[in-house]
Protein backbone atom coordinates (compact mmCIF):
# COMPACT_ATOMS: atom_id res chain seq x y z
CA UNK A 1 0.00 0.00 0.00
CA UNK A 2 1.34 3.31 -0.59
CA UNK A 3 -0.32 6.42 1.54
CA UNK A 4 0.04 9.79 -0.42
CA UNK A 5 -0.59 12.38 2.56
CA UNK A 6 0.90 15.39 4.48
CA UNK A 7 2.27 15.13 7.94
CA UNK A 8 -0.04 18.10 8.85
CA UNK A 9 -2.95 16.88 7.40
CA UNK A 10 -5.97 15.28 9.46
CA UNK A 11 -7.30 13.36 7.06
CA UNK A 12 -3.96 11.27 6.51
CA UNK A 13 -3.32 11.67 10.04
CA UNK A 14 -6.73 9.13 10.43
CA UNK A 15 -5.46 7.06 7.91
CA UNK A 16 -2.24 6.52 9.13
CA UNK A 17 -3.74 5.45 12.65
CA UNK A 18 -6.57 3.24 11.12
CA UNK A 19 -3.35 1.16 9.12
CA UNK A 20 -1.73 1.45 12.73
CA UNK A 21 -4.27 -0.56 14.24
CA UNK A 22 -4.56 -2.56 11.80
CA UNK A 23 -0.61 -3.54 11.41
CA UNK A 24 -0.61 -2.97 7.73
CA UNK A 25 2.65 -2.27 6.18
CA UNK A 26 2.70 0.90 3.99
CA UNK A 27 4.79 3.24 1.85
CA UNK A 28 4.56 7.33 2.20
CA UNK A 29 4.86 10.18 -0.62
CA UNK A 30 4.39 13.51 0.91
CA UNK A 31 2.41 15.88 -1.19
CA UNK A 32 2.68 19.24 0.52
CA UNK A 33 -0.15 21.06 0.56
CA UNK A 34 1.45 24.34 1.35
CA UNK A 35 3.10 24.55 -1.67
CA UNK A 36 0.57 23.27 -3.62
CA UNK A 37 1.95 20.30 -4.95
CA UNK A 38 -1.65 18.55 -4.95
CA UNK A 39 -1.79 20.57 -7.93
CA UNK A 40 0.77 19.03 -9.64
CA UNK A 41 -0.16 17.06 -12.69
CA UNK A 42 0.90 14.09 -11.50
CA UNK A 43 -0.56 14.19 -8.27
CA UNK A 44 -4.25 15.04 -9.86
CA UNK A 45 -4.07 12.03 -12.51
CA UNK A 46 -4.30 10.04 -9.06
CA UNK A 47 -6.67 12.35 -7.41
CA UNK A 48 -8.72 14.83 -9.44
CA UNK A 49 -10.04 16.76 -6.06
CA UNK A 50 -6.56 17.67 -5.50
CA UNK A 51 -6.21 16.81 -1.94
CA UNK A 52 -5.15 14.24 0.48
CA UNK A 53 -5.07 11.42 1.44
CA UNK A 54 -5.02 9.21 -1.08
CA UNK A 55 -4.75 5.41 -0.73
CA UNK A 56 -3.37 3.29 -3.43
CA UNK A 57 -3.69 -0.67 -3.15
CA UNK A 58 -3.51 -3.24 -5.32
CA UNK A 59 -3.66 -0.76 -8.40
CA UNK A 60 -6.74 0.85 -6.43
CA UNK A 61 -6.97 4.57 -6.24
CA UNK A 62 -9.02 4.90 -2.96
CA UNK A 63 -9.94 8.60 -1.61
CA UNK A 64 -11.41 10.06 0.95
CA UNK A 65 -10.39 9.09 4.90
CA UNK A 66 -13.16 7.80 5.91
CA UNK A 67 -14.09 5.87 2.97
CA UNK A 68 -10.02 4.94 3.01
CA UNK A 69 -10.55 3.47 6.63
CA UNK A 70 -14.13 1.50 5.96
CA UNK A 71 -12.57 -0.15 2.92
CA UNK A 72 -9.36 -1.38 5.35
CA UNK A 73 -11.91 -2.10 7.97
CA UNK A 74 -13.79 -4.86 5.38
CA UNK A 75 -10.69 -5.70 3.90
CA UNK A 76 -8.58 -6.52 7.41
CA UNK A 77 -11.45 -7.21 9.48
CA UNK A 78 -9.23 -7.46 12.75
CA UNK A 79 -9.13 -5.51 14.81
CA UNK A 80 -12.83 -3.87 13.85
CA UNK A 81 -12.74 0.03 13.80
CA UNK A 82 -16.39 -0.40 14.12
CA UNK A 83 -18.83 -2.07 16.04
CA UNK A 84 -21.45 -5.21 15.54
CA UNK A 85 -24.29 -3.89 16.19
CA UNK A 86 -26.03 -1.74 13.71
CA UNK A 87 -26.76 0.92 16.40
CA UNK A 88 -23.26 1.16 17.76
CA UNK A 89 -22.09 1.46 14.27
CA UNK A 90 -24.57 4.43 13.44
CA UNK A 91 -23.52 6.02 16.65
CA UNK A 92 -19.35 5.66 15.86
CA UNK A 93 -20.15 7.02 12.60
CA UNK A 94 -22.05 9.48 13.77
CA UNK A 95 -19.62 10.85 16.11
CA UNK A 96 -17.31 10.54 13.31
CA UNK A 97 -18.70 12.73 10.45
CA UNK A 98 -19.51 15.37 13.52
CA UNK A 99 -15.79 15.79 13.54
CA UNK A 100 -14.61 14.69 9.65
CA UNK A 101 -17.80 16.92 8.02
CA UNK A 102 -18.80 19.27 10.10
CA UNK A 103 -15.87 20.65 12.04
CA UNK A 104 -12.59 19.93 10.28
CA UNK A 105 -13.99 20.89 6.04
CA UNK A 106 -14.41 24.37 7.70
CA UNK A 107 -11.11 25.01 9.41
CA UNK A 108 -8.97 23.23 7.19
CA UNK A 109 -5.93 25.00 5.67
CA UNK A 110 -7.82 25.81 1.74
CA UNK A 111 -10.59 27.20 3.87
CA UNK A 112 -8.26 29.29 6.08
CA UNK A 113 -6.42 30.54 3.19
CA UNK A 114 -9.02 31.22 1.45
CA UNK A 115 -10.42 33.62 4.02
CA UNK A 116 -6.77 35.53 4.16
CA UNK A 117 -6.77 35.41 0.19
CA UNK A 118 -8.97 36.39 -1.56
CA UNK A 119 -11.42 37.52 1.11
CA UNK A 120 -8.85 39.68 2.88
CA UNK A 121 -9.28 38.42 6.43
CA UNK A 122 -6.38 39.18 9.25
CA UNK A 123 -5.22 36.82 11.53
CA UNK A 124 -7.50 37.69 14.24
CA UNK A 125 -10.15 37.37 12.35
CA UNK A 126 -9.09 33.52 10.84
CA UNK A 127 -8.51 32.82 14.60
CA UNK A 128 -11.84 33.83 15.43
CA UNK A 129 -13.60 31.42 12.39
CA UNK A 130 -11.39 29.02 13.66
CA UNK A 131 -11.97 29.20 17.70
CA UNK A 132 -15.51 29.05 16.80
CA UNK A 133 -16.63 25.96 14.78
CA UNK A 134 -13.88 24.10 16.84
CA UNK A 135 -16.10 24.94 19.80
CA UNK A 136 -19.19 24.25 17.81
CA UNK A 137 -18.42 21.51 17.12
CA UNK A 138 -16.08 20.08 20.43
CA UNK A 139 -19.06 21.34 22.83
CA UNK A 140 -21.76 18.77 21.21
CA UNK A 141 -18.81 15.84 21.41
CA UNK A 142 -17.79 16.35 24.40
CA UNK A 143 -21.94 16.53 25.64
CA UNK A 144 -22.58 13.39 23.92
CA UNK A 145 -19.37 11.72 25.12
CA UNK A 146 -20.00 12.72 28.93
CA UNK A 147 -23.67 12.12 29.02
CA UNK A 148 -25.09 8.78 26.90
CA UNK A 149 -23.16 6.21 28.89
CA UNK A 150 -21.49 4.69 25.69
CA UNK A 151 -18.56 6.07 26.14
CA UNK A 152 -15.78 3.69 28.07
CA UNK A 153 -12.28 4.15 27.93
CA UNK A 154 -12.79 5.48 24.31
CA UNK A 155 -15.55 7.11 22.30
CA UNK A 156 -17.24 3.70 22.17
CA UNK A 157 -16.82 1.52 25.08
CA UNK A 158 -13.08 0.25 25.58
CA UNK A 159 -11.28 -0.29 22.50
CA UNK A 160 -11.03 2.28 19.76
CA UNK A 161 -13.29 2.95 16.86
CA UNK A 162 -13.41 4.88 13.98
CA UNK A 163 -14.84 7.43 16.03
CA UNK A 164 -11.36 8.21 18.03
CA UNK A 165 -9.53 8.12 14.62
CA UNK A 166 -11.03 11.15 13.94
CA UNK A 167 -10.64 12.38 17.21
CA UNK A 168 -7.29 12.83 18.24
CA UNK A 169 -6.41 14.55 14.51
CA UNK A 170 -8.89 16.92 15.31
CA UNK A 171 -7.38 17.74 19.22
CA UNK A 172 -3.97 17.86 17.62
CA UNK A 173 -5.59 20.21 14.84
CA UNK A 174 -6.82 22.47 18.33
CA UNK A 175 -3.91 22.66 20.20
CA UNK A 176 -2.27 23.72 17.35
CA UNK A 177 -3.84 27.29 17.60
CA UNK A 178 -2.67 28.32 21.03
CA UNK A 179 -6.08 30.65 21.80
CA UNK A 180 -8.32 28.32 21.98
CA UNK A 181 -9.13 26.94 25.01
CA UNK A 182 -9.68 22.63 25.93
CA UNK A 183 -10.14 22.98 29.52
CA UNK A 184 -14.12 22.58 28.80
CA UNK A 185 -13.69 19.52 27.52
CA UNK A 186 -12.56 17.08 30.07
CA UNK A 187 -14.35 13.53 28.74
CA UNK A 188 -12.63 14.76 24.89
CA UNK A 189 -9.23 15.22 26.43
CA UNK A 190 -9.28 12.01 28.41
CA UNK A 191 -9.83 10.16 25.60
CA UNK A 192 -7.17 11.88 23.73
CA UNK A 193 -5.08 11.16 26.34
CA UNK A 194 -5.75 6.88 26.28
CA UNK A 195 -5.39 7.01 22.04
CA UNK A 196 -2.24 8.33 23.00
CA UNK A 197 -0.81 5.60 24.85
CA UNK A 198 -1.29 3.25 22.02
CA UNK A 199 1.50 3.38 19.90
CA UNK A 200 -0.97 3.14 16.91
CA UNK A 201 -1.90 6.59 17.56
CA UNK A 202 1.56 7.30 18.67
CA UNK A 203 3.29 6.86 16.14
CA UNK A 204 1.11 8.62 13.53
CA UNK A 205 1.09 12.29 14.91
CA UNK A 206 2.72 14.54 12.60
CA UNK A 207 6.43 14.97 14.17
CA UNK A 208 6.89 11.48 13.69
CA UNK A 209 6.49 11.69 10.04
CA UNK A 210 8.93 11.88 7.81
CA UNK A 211 8.17 15.13 6.10
CA UNK A 212 8.01 16.79 9.50
CA UNK A 213 8.52 20.28 9.30
Not at 13 to 37: M, W
Not at 154 to 179: K, W, Y
Amino acid sequence: MKLYGFFASSAAFRVRIALNLKGLAYEQASIHLRRDEQRAPDYLALNPQALVPALVDDDQVFIQSLAIIEYLDETHPSPPLLPGHPADRARVRGLAQLIACDIHPIDNLRVLRYLRKPLGQDQAAIETWFNHWIKEGFDSLEHILATDGQAGRFCHGDEPTLADICLVPQVFNAMRHESFDLKPYPTIMRIFGTCMKRSAFDKAQPAKQPDKE
